[in-house]
């Protein structure tokens, strides 16, 4: 084993995931994870993500989200809660957020493609689609809130306001995604 072998090269997690490693760099990385819990933790994380968005946007019914959607995302949001007070208390919290982000900016994305690519929809199938996600989102957002809310206290006052102000931004997201969705209702 050589010297770079000790190294941690976050940028491989991803490129692995993608399968963009060669066969050598492959072996290495492989190698790597299995003596290295900072790699290994972070290919959980970014597949256990992959999965969640995979699970979101690859549907066929596009934009029905699946029925443990809110359960997935709050396990592996209180899965990092339970870890955050240890050494990577800042990093863990600033993840967790990116990923709540992600997931908001993904909803906006997939509703964008639903209303540009499908725009031939019926209105009862958008009226049904728009209950259902008012529903989930309903539901997305008092979980999340709870998880939030439980990391948002204990926190230290800079970090609150980053919290809280991700918190917003993510409401931001939904709401503007509800707009767009009754926008998509009035011209249908
Ligand atoms: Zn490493």
Same mark, same amino acid.
């Given at each position: 084993m050589d010297y770079t $072998?000790? #190294?941690?090269? @976050? =940028?491989? +997690? &991803?490129?692995?995931l993608d399968g963009e490693l060669t066969a050598a760099? @492959?072996?290495?990385?492989?190698?790597?994870?299995?003596?290295?819990s900072i790699c290994a933790n972070e290919l959980r994380v970014q597949r256990q993500l992959l999965c969640?968005? $995979? *699970?979101?946007?690859?549907d066929a019914r596009a934009f029905d989200l699946p029925k443990n959607f809110a359960?997935?995302?709050?396990a592996s949001a209180e899965n990092d809660l339970s870890m955050i007070r240890h050494?990577? =208390?800042r990093r863990r919290a600033l993840k #967790?957020? *990116?990923?709540?982000?992600?997931?908001?900016?993904?909803?906006l994305g997939a509703a964008t493609r639903t209303i540009v690519v499908d725009p031939l929809r019926s209105l009862f199938h958008t009226a049904r689609v728009l209950s259902d !996600? !008012?529903?989930?989102?309903? &539901? $997305? &957002?008092?979980?999340?809130?709870? +998880?939030?809310?439980? /990391?948002? *206290?204990p926190a230290q006052p800079g970090l609150r306001l980053l #919290? /809280?102000?991700?918190?917003? &931004?993510? #409401?931001f997201c939904l709401s503007l995604l509800i707009v767009k969705y009754r926008r998509a209702q009035i011209i249908e």
């Amino acid at each position: 084993m050589d010297y770079t $072998d000790k #190294l941690c090269q @976050l =940028e491989n +997690v &991803a490129a692995y995931l993608d399968g963009e490693l060669t066969a050598a760099g @492959l072996e290495r990385f492989e190698q790597h994870v299995k003596e290295c819990s900072i790699c290994a933790n972070e290919l959980r994380v970014q597949r256990q993500l992959l999965c969640t968005l $995979d *699970v979101a946007f690859n549907d066929a019914r596009a934009f029905d989200l699946p029925k443990n959607f809110a359960r997935v995302v709050t396990a592996s949001a209180e899965n990092d809660l339970s870890m955050i007070r240890h050494r990577h =208390e800042r990093r863990r919290a600033l993840k #967790l957020c *990116v990923v709540l982000g992600l997931i908001s900016f993904g909803l906006l994305g997939a509703a964008t493609r639903t209303i540009v690519v499908d725009p031939l929809r019926s209105l009862f199938h958008t009226a049904r689609v728009l209950s259902d !996600l !008012l529903f989930q989102a309903l &539901a $997305d &957002a008092v979980s999340t809130a709870s +998880v939030l809310v439980r /990391m948002i *206290v204990p926190a230290q006052p800079g970090l609150r306001l980053l #919290l /809280m102000l991700v918190f917003l &931004a993510s #409401l931001f997201c939904l709401s503007l995604l509800i707009v767009k969705y009754r926008r998509a209702q009035i011209i249908e």
